[in-house]
């Protein structure tokens, strides 16, 4: 039998992830891909005695969509195509199970439509020599890239029907399974199932696809709301005690509950909260109560994006010093990411929820106490590949980052859009025009606040200034504010005299306001004490001044730093 290398992708990848109006949703988006990876891998090694998988590393969970091995066969065609059709079959199964499960009802025919025509699967095979590994490589991505160049295009029996209602979450495919309101929905197909599940909001239509995404391992798995995200570490001071009281005033608890504007009896009948006026009256003063002995939680949670900079030019060799090692070398990069994928459920933990981890990768929703914390682990524990034997000097792995904080209510479908496009922004070069230096790109963070108000402040940073930790430099000045060191008023007072001089400011101007204002904002009566943490702030909010990409980007800054100071309850160190 020969060898041959086999490189095999599912998708569609963002598009699936990304339309979603539950956490849950994007979750389970995630996890199907994954899991059908998961079962491509297990099928294959099955179907073929010999058969060495290079990328990814078995052992991580949360696997891309994607991946390449090396396998002996007499009919590598037919491998092929009995690992996709698997993959299929493997769809067709889940969702079947799924619909008898939550929906009861014989399933239609464009039911079947949809789960057929939805996935894309792509495979490349290339006998395979041991030294023409890098070669090869190098080939089968071309080849691949130009199979998914020609779009393959079915057409539903239905989804061309305009009259008939769309699916509420990705707007493409008809929608098949609805939760009535007052009133059944207008223009639902006749082919369309009530489904009577809080699952489902009320008025909400989901096509076969989205069906499937919410309800996925909801039994056995469970993915946290925003509410809960935002709320985490306000709710861990509360005793179990006033936790189980609290519930039990509801039918069915949400998290939500413990922000007071959701204690309205339109919106619990809605989500199926309301037991009856007594226990709600008695829920507002038990929730009031709880606010007076530990504040109120913060609306505001954080989304997270990692992505690895460079990672082609990693995985095709380019920084390699001799590519006839490409093959190892993959199988050493293999393992590094898989174990990062595991470090990055240990910072996650007990901080948000992690949506998937993997390897290069990284993507979770994050509670603001913890967020600072979790954004510098997530660097600082990066894979470095340069430790990797045979990569060229002076070549360095690294990352690069996308932050999103965003109000529990916003729709998640647009915070996942910025949260995209943060990430995109922190891979962008966007140096100073002053600094020469072509390299200073990617290995950076951005930040966007969207506040509920509209506002919006955006933020990029290389992710050390001097050797020093930008995001630690951060964290110290909202700490002192939040310390009671400091008054936030100097951030405010600051932003504004910038923003009247515009481009005309330079270094001793900004680092003798900052000590003014400092000085001013600092207890009068400690001011002789403070006189080494003033100076050292001031030195700090001059770094970040100075590497700062642009003046607006400054002025951002110090609108964060304030915003922080007041919506996070605590700094968490780990």
């Known amino acids: 039998m020969k060898k041959y290398l086999f490189l095999f992708t599912i998708g569609p990848v963002q598009s699936f992830i990304a ?14 891909l994954s899991d059908l990876i998961e079962y491509a891998i297990y099928a294959l090694e099955e179907k073929v005695k010999t058969c060495k998988i290079i990328f990814p590393h078995k052992e991580i969970k949360s696997k891309p969509n994607r991946f390449i091995a090396i396998i002996e066969s007499d009919d590598p065609k037919g491998i092929g ?23 009861n009802f014989d399933i239609s025919e464009i039911f079947f439509e949809q789960i ?17 590994y890098s070669e090869l490589y190098g080939k089968i991505e071309g080849y691949l890239g130009s199979i998914k160049n020609i779009k393959r295009f079915r057409q539903n ?42 699952r489902l909001n009320q008025g909400e239509s989901l096509c076969g696809i989205c069906f499937i995404k919410r309800f996925y391992k909801t039994k056995s798995s469970s993915f946290s709301s925003t509410a809960k995200i935002a709320s985490l570490s306000w709710v861990e001071k509360l005793t179990q005690v006033e936790i189980k009281e609290y519930k039990d005033f509801f039918k069915n608890f949400g998290e939500e509950l413990f922000f007071d504007e959701n204690l309205r009896k339109e919106h619990l009948i809605k989500y199926d909260h309301y037991k009856d006026d007594e226990n709600l009256e008695k829920a507002k003063k038990y929730l009031n109560n709880l606010y007076k002995k530990y504040g109120v939680p913060s609306k505001y949670y ?27 070398f993959h199988l050493e990069l293999s393992k590094k990411l898989g174990e990062y994928t595991d470090k990055t459920k240990e910072i996650i933990e007990g901080k948000g929820e992690l949506v998937y981890a993997g390897g290069d990768d990284v993507l979770s929703f994050v509670n603001i106490d913890h967020l600072l914390f979790v954004m510098k682990n997530l660097r600082d524990f990066f894979p470095k590949f340069e430790e990797i034997k045979n990569v060229k000097n002076r070549n360095k792995s690294s990352a690069s980052m996308g932050v999103v904080i965003a109000h529990y209510k916003m729709p998640l479908s647009e915070v996942i859009k910025w ?31 969207l506040k509920r108000s509209g506002e919006i402040h955006k933020i990029k940073y290389k992710w050390y200034l001097n050797g020093k930790s930008t995001v630690d430099i951060i964290k110290s000045i909202v700490k002192s504010i939040i310390d009671k060191n400091f008054s936030s008023t100097f951030t405010k007072v600051l932003a504004d005299e910038l923003r009247r001089f515009k481009y005309d400011v330079n270094e001793k101007f900004i680092k003798s306001e900052c000590k003014r204002l400092l000085k001013r ?54």
């Open 19 to 32: 339309q979603a109006r539950k956490t849950h949703d994007l979750w389970a988006g995630s996890k199907i």
């Open 81 to 103: 195509m009995d690992i996709e059709n698997k993959v299929k079959d493997q769809l067709k199964k889940l969702s079947f199970d799924i619909v008898k499960k939550y929906a």
């Open 116 to 132: 057929e025509n939805f996935l894309e699967i792509y495979w490349v095979i290339l006998p395979y020599e041991e030294s023409d």
């Open 157 to 198: 029996s239905l989804d061309c029907v305009e009259s008939y209602r769309k699916c509420s979450v990705c707007g493409q495919r008809e929608a098949l399974f609805y939760r009535k309101s007052d009133k059944k929905p207008r223009n639902i197909s006749f082919q369309a199932q009530e489904i009577n599940e809080f």
């Open 302 to 328: 954080a989304i997270v994006m990692l992505d690895g900079d460079s990672m082609g030019k990693w995985l095709s060799g380019e920084f390699l010093s001799d590519k006839s090692h490409l093959r190892d």
């Open 419 to 449: 949260a995209r496009k943060m990430e995109k922004e922190a891979k962008e070069d966007k140096k100073d025009k002053n600094k020469k230096d072509k390299k200073d790109k990617k290995d950076a963070f951005a930040i966007a606040v």
């Open 521 to 574: 904002a600092s207890n009068p009566n400690e001011v002789s004490l403070k006189s080494n943490e003033i100076e050292e702030l001031s030195d700090k909010l001059l770094d970040l001044f100075v590497e700062s990409y642009s003046l607006q980007n400054f002025i951002s800054t110090l609108n964060i730093i304030n915003f922080l100071s007041k919506e996070v309850g605590e700094l968490n160190d780990n």
